[in-house]
């Protein structure tokens, strides 16, 4: 069982960084693709980032070029850099992990991320 646990959000001017954050309770080790959503209100999640396990990464196009996902394994840690961030980007941001060996997949409770001067 692993519990996900986001960080790192807040308000940002449009432009501006923030650094997110998602600590795993258990080992997020590499049988474990991890992954940034995010739901604006009234919208539908959609996928941010993708860090799989083979080490690869995948980006949507709205974010490519302005966002990073890593992970620190030896920290159970995943996290999400964003720059030049838009106001069109505030939204809940949440942490989703899938185990490949049980396909169990596994949720944080978000982050609130808002972009506004």
């Known amino acids: 069982q692993v519990q996900l646990v986001e960080s790192g959000g807040g308000l940002v001017q449009p432009g501006g960084s923030l650094r997110l954050s998602c600590a795993a309770s258990?080992?997020?080790?590499?049988?474990?693709?991890m992954s940034w959503y995010r739901q604006a209100p009234g919208k539908q999640r959609e996928l941010v980032a993708r860090?799989?396990?083979?080490?690869?990464?995948n980006y949507a196009d709205t974010v490519k070029g302005r966002f990073t996902i890593s992970r620190d394994n030896a920290k159970n840690t995943l996290y999400l850099q964003m720059n030049s961030l838009k106001p069109e980007e505030t939204a809940v941001y949440f942490c989703?992990?899938?185990?490949?060996?049980?396909?169990?997949?596994?949720w944080g409770q978000g982050t609130q991320v808002t972009v506004s001067s």
């Open positions: 258990g080992s997020i080790s590499r049988f474990f693709a």
């Open positions: 860090s799989t396990s083979d080490g690869s990464t």
């Open positions: 989703y992990a899938y185990d490949i060996r049980t396909r169990a997949s596994y």
